[in-house]
């Protein structure tokens, strides 16, 4: 897990994992990080791994693109 703090453009990042995600609970982690901070001021934003395959996903997203352009 990563957790990169960015407090003072309103936000804190939090990277997990597919295994990361089965251990931790995204609502307690969030009250945990925004404990010390007004929520209405700091967000919590989770990117969290998918399960599909990330080159296959890729290059779909890349055809997609290449046909718009």
Not at 6 to 13: A, L, N, S, W, Y
Not at 21 to 35: N, R, S
Request: hydrophobic share 40%.
């Amino acid at each position: 897990m990563e957790i990169v703090e960015k407090r003072d453009k309103g936000f804190i990042e939090v990277w997990m994992t597919n295994e990361e995600q089965q251990m931790y609970d995204c609502a307690e982690l969030t009250h945990l990080l925004l404990k010390d901070t007004d929520p209405k001021k700091c967000k919590v934003v989770f990117f969290l791994s998918g399960k599909e395959d990330l080159c296959a996903n890729t290059e779909k997203l890349l055809i997609a693109n290449l046909g718009c352009a």
